[in-house]
């Protein structure tokens, strides 16, 4: 028995310990946003990527992260946003 709670253990722990890891990661995670809010169609903001300006219209790529908002020029560019947001967000 004493065997096998000496195997078991280690692994018990290690998964307590990744589990505590990706609950940490979850504020890093961006999300795709489906349509921009009705409450931004037809305002002016710069793509989260390039910094280009961009109009916000209801076909306009966006993405969530730490509850704020972002647009894009294109698909792509959010995509990469969404990959890695923290490469692009100015802290």
Known sequence: MKKLLLIILPILI????????????QSAIATVLSAPPAADIGT??????????????????????????????????????VQSPSMYVKK
């Open 14 to 25: 290690g998964l307590a310990t990744a589990t505590s890891d990706f609950a940490a990661d």
């Open 44 to 81: 002016k903001t710069k793509c989260g990527v390039c910094g280009m300006n961009v109009r916000v219209k209801a076909s306009t790529p966006g993405a969530v992260y730490q509850g704020k908002d972002y647009y894009f020029c294109d698909a792509n560019e959010r995509d990469a946003f």
